[in-house]
């Protein structure tokens, strides 16, 4: 997928006016041994909504938008997180995602992170990238990383050799799923998860031209497991993504229908209590679980549009509490 837009030099624009308004935003910014920008969102700061939406839309390589409004379809639950985008194959797969594992060390000291953000277009280290045919080109890079600690200079030094910069050009923005500011960037995901389903249904990516998908900001819970299945859980069982693609309205009828959750054999606890019964094994968890409860389609061709999936309002409550 051809594009000459960078979306590393996009969120460094935003990666700037965080660092310029840290003290609003509630975050720790400081320069690391390698001179790298590090900026802890959630850690030991305390961070907060707004910076989470920040995040979000430096996660999405400054191609897309994350807004927090009302929602009336969940009364216990009446505020969700909106992500629009008009490029969401390379905002959501090409920046977005978290795809880049990053480990160091053994023992107690190990570090292990795994890195979303638009630094992955530069570094090309998956193999979506060879789907995507889209390479970034800049002087910079941004990472995001979902952790309670900075990367060691060792993971520093690998990420900026890896994208082709120097290391005071590399920013690390960093918060555990516990935070306020962690929680909502991953539930900020919803239309990215919706874009993966796609991606693995193998419809063709270039024919998605828009999207904009919902879910509820989930509360933050000081337990990982509780926490990360909260999240989880805001997009599988109240999320939904709107999508818009050209070609026949029978491909579009198609992968609504294979989009939504419920078409996962995992489908119907929440997520903290099926990642328990793995045995905490991520990788066993069926993967068409991850996607949103709810898929609209349009068929822009014929102007048809189709529908399958439902949000879950018991299971969002039994989930968050």
């Known amino acids: ?45 305390i961070g907060g909504l707004d910076v989470g939406i920040l995040m979000a839309d430096i996660c999405m390589g400054g191609l897309g938008h994350v807004t927090l409004t009302p929602y ?33 060390g053994e023992g107690k000291d190990a570090f292990f992170a795994l890195g979303s953000g638009p630094a992955r277009a530069l570094a090309q280290k998956e193999p979506l990238f060879q789907d995507l045919g889209y390479k970034d080109k800049s002087d910079r890079a941004t990472l995001v990383l979902e952790g309670d600690k900075p990367p060691p200079p060792e993971i520093v030094d690998k990420v900026a050799r890896d994208c082709g910069v120097a290391p005071e050009r590399v920013a690390f923005i960093y918060a555990p799923t516990r935070s306020l500011a962690g929680s909502l960037q991953v539930v900020a995901r919803v239309l990215e998860v919706a874009m993966h389903k796609v991606h693995e249904l193998k419809f063709p990516l270039q024919r998605v031209l828009d999207g904009v998908a919902t879910a509820p ?37 198609d992968l609504a229908k294979a989009l939504p959750s419920v078409t996962s054999r995992d489908y119907g606890q929440p997520f903290s209590e099926i990642f328990k019964s793995f045995k905490g094994d991520f990788y066993k968890i069926d993967p068409s679980l991850f996607s949103p409860a709810e898929a609209v389609v349009t068929a822009v061709d014929s102007g048809e549009t189709f529908r399958a999936g439902q949000i879950s309002q018991d299971l969002l409550d039994a989930s968050f509490g």
């Open 1 to 45: 997928m051809k594009s000459t837009i960078s979306v590393n030099t996009r969120a460094g624009t935003l990666v700037d006016l965080l660092l310029a308004d840290a003290d609003r935003l509630r975050v720790i910014a400081t320069k690391g041994s390698r001179g790298e920008t590090l900026v802890d969102a959630g850690a030991k700061a």
């Open 217 to 253: 900001l989930s509360p933050p819970h000081p337990d990982f497991v509780t926490a990360m299945g909260r999240t989880n859980d805001a997009i599988i069982y109240g999320g939904l993504a709107h999508l818009f693609v050209t070609g026949p309205a029978a491909d579009a009828r």
């Open 72 to 104: 009336s379809g969940t009364p216990r639950w009446p505020f969700y997180l909106t992500v629009r985008s008009s490029d969401p194959v390379i905002a959501c797969l090409g920046s977005q995602y978290a795809g880049w594992a990053l480990s160091h």
